[in-house]
């Protein structure tokens, strides 16, 4: 049987490795085999039902890194119904957008975020909130038929203007995006274990656990990145292979020396965005090769480092070649592919891409012009097909591995009734990668404390689209469209004449 959606893909990993220990989640040291995976799941989907959820429905899932978030999204795909995961982070702002943009009709959450929806429900189609003791009650087993194409998530992603949009996800894109894990290079096995230290509302654990059904390898789930505690989690566990991004790799090389640190049975990493600089460190540090590799919540896996490459592309900014099931190309500003050598955007097209973004046609259709998904990054190709990422194109703040829209954090600036104007630019970090400023336009007469609109933003926005920087000015320099000029803003020194809310003082 060749697996074509998640519920057979559960119902595979139970017959061939029944009693194997599919997930571990190390904070509350819970276990789960496979075998508990298709029967918890089946059971849910059943209780989902009970609440009226029903093939084509969604429903938003704000919860911790538990055991009831991954078993909900596969009981959901069982169902024909999605999944829109909301950040644990996200506020009245943010998560009223998710929660009303995608229509879902209910709700699984932390019972510390039941008061959040409760002020924000009358903006919704939500009809019922549900925490995990509302899930522990017997279920009536649903009768769906499946799909490839039928949505799986609507995984909302920061757009590079406005609001979040939300990517729909059929059953295809997991499929794609884990047979090539298994069937090559890293060749992912029922002998392997797995780790993911991110929050399940975000797409890597998601993709992990369906790795993991695909290759009967047991997934150890952490709460969060700890960089102090990370390897020993990684050698308590036997991890033998792990996927991480951002800042991860540059915070690990930041904590002590240990003399454990060859002691653990890792045979490859793969990791987005590796520091070009540290990558040869990474690998004396830990004596194990790391694997450049580049992929969107949109298109799912895309680039990655062969085997073969890895020895003669350690620290040039190599992202790979394109996966089995992708074509990339290097396209002009007139959309036309340009020659090789020659920087231009990214784009992407093949099997197991998302099928669209959720209630917005607009946008949906400016990404796939041409038969291609534009990625809105910059890279150059090497003679020999190899991808090289030189930057982004898109006006997207990526601080400490998460992605901020500028837009939204000036939207929500001006909902303050002190605040004429505000625009929102990045900042290079050392630390974080890249760092919130923002320049506000006082309204007449009105008198602006960095700090109060800080704990403003806090009230409506994750902590981490909060901005650290702030300058109030008279006026922002605008364009002959009347639109405000950033590229004079970060022409200017970004921190002078500012006040930094982490220092609390004025430069």
Request: aromatic fraction near 8%.
């Given at each position: 049987m060749t697996p074509t959606d998640l519920p057979s893909l559960v119902a595979r990993a139970a017959e061939r490795w029944p009693e194997r220990t599919a997930w571990i989640f190390d904070e509350t040291g819970t276990s789960v085999t496979f075998a508990d995976v298709a029967r918890e799941s089946a059971r849910l989907a059943g209780v989902l039902a009970g609440h009226g959820i029903s093939r084509g429905d969604r429903v938003a899932v704000m919860l911790r890194n538990r055991p009831e978030f991954p078993l909900l999204w596969l009981a959901l795909a069982r169902i024909g119904a999605a999944i829109v995961p909301v950040n644990t982070n996200y506020r009245e702002v943010d998560g009223g957008h998710v929660l009303a943009h995608s229509g879902a009709r209910l709700a699984a959450v932390e019972p510390e975020f039941t008061d959040l929806l409760a002020r924000i429900r009358g903006d919704t189609a939500l009809e019922s909130v549900l925490t995990p003791d509302d899930l522990t009650c017997p279920g009536t087993k649903p009768d769906t038929l499946v799909v490839p194409e039928d949505p799986v998530n609507i995984q909302y992603t920061s757009g590079t203007t406005g609001a979040p949009k939300g990517c729909v996800l059929p059953h295809r894109y997991w499929l794609t995006l884990v047979r090539s894990m298994v069937t090559e290079f890293p060749a992912i096995a029922d002998d392997d274990v797995i780790l993911t230290a991110q929050p399940f509302h975000y797409i890597d654990p998601q993709w992990n656990v369906a790795l993991g059904l695909a290759s009967g390898a047991t997934l150890v789930v952490l709460d969060r990145f700890h960089p102090s505690t990370f390897w020993r989690k990684v050698r308590d566990y036997d991890v033998t292979w792990f996927y991480c991004l951002g800042l991860m790799p540059t915070l690990l090389l930041r904590q002590p020396e240990h003399p454990d640190d060859r002691r653990h049975r890792v045979r490859a990493i793969h990791a987005s965005a590796i520091p070009r600089d540290l990558h040869a460190e990474l690998e004396r540090r830990w004596g194990v090769p790391w694997y450049e590799a580049f992929g969107m919540t949109e298109t799912g896996a895309d680039i990655r480092m062969a085997e073969a490459d890895h020895d003669e592309l350690v620290g040039t900014g190599c992202?790979?070649?394109?996966?089995?099931?992708?074509?990339?190309?290097?396209?002009?500003?007139?959309?036309?592919?340009?020659?090789?050598?020659?920087?231009?955007?990214?784009?992407?097209?093949?099997?197991?891409?998302?099928?669209?973004?959720?209630?917005?046609?607009?946008?949906?259709?400016?990404?796939?012009?041409?038969?291609?998904?534009?990625?809105?990054?910059?890279?150059?190709?090497?003679?020999?097909?190899?991808?090289?990422?030189?930057?982004?194109?898109?006006?997207?703040?990526?601080?400490?591995?998460?992605?901020?829209?500028?837009?939204?954090?000036?939207?929500?600036?001006?909902?303050?009734?002190?605040?004429?104007?505000?625009?929102?630019?990045?900042?290079?970090?050392?630390?974080?990668?890249?760092?919130?400023?923002?320049?506000?336009?006082?309204?007449?007469?009105?008198?602006?404390?960095?700090?109060?609109?800080?704990?403003?933003?806090?009230?409506?926005?994750?902590?981490?689209?909060?901005?650290?920087?702030?300058?109030?000015?008279?006026?922002?320099?605008?364009?002959p469209s009347e639109r405000v000029a950033k590229g004079q803003l970060r022409d200017d020194d970004p921190r002078a004449r500012t006040y930094d809310r982490v220092e609390q003082s004025w430069r």
């Open positions: 992202i790979g070649r394109p996966s089995p099931d992708r074509e990339a190309v290097i396209l002009g500003e007139d959309g036309l592919p340009l020659p090789r050598g020659e920087t231009g955007e990214l784009a992407l097209r093949g099997t197991g891409l998302m099928l669209r973004y959720h209630d917005d046609p607009d946008a949906t259709e400016r990404a796939f012009r041409g038969g291609w998904f534009h990625t809105g990054d910059l890279a150059t190709m090497d003679g020999r097909g190899r991808v090289y990422y030189q930057g982004r194109t898109k006006d997207m703040i990526r601080r400490s591995g998460e992605n901020v829209s500028a837009d939204e954090v000036e939207r929500t600036l001006q909902q303050h009734p002190g605040v004429s104007l505000a625009a929102v630019i990045a900042v290079p970090d050392e630390v974080r990668g890249e760092e919130i400023k923002a320049y506000v336009v006082p309204a007449s007469d009105a008198r602006l404390a960095p700090d109060e609109l800080a704990e403003f933003c806090s009230t409506k926005l994750a902590y981490f689209k909060v901005p650290r920087f702030w300058s109030v000015v008279d006026s922002l320099p605008v364009t």
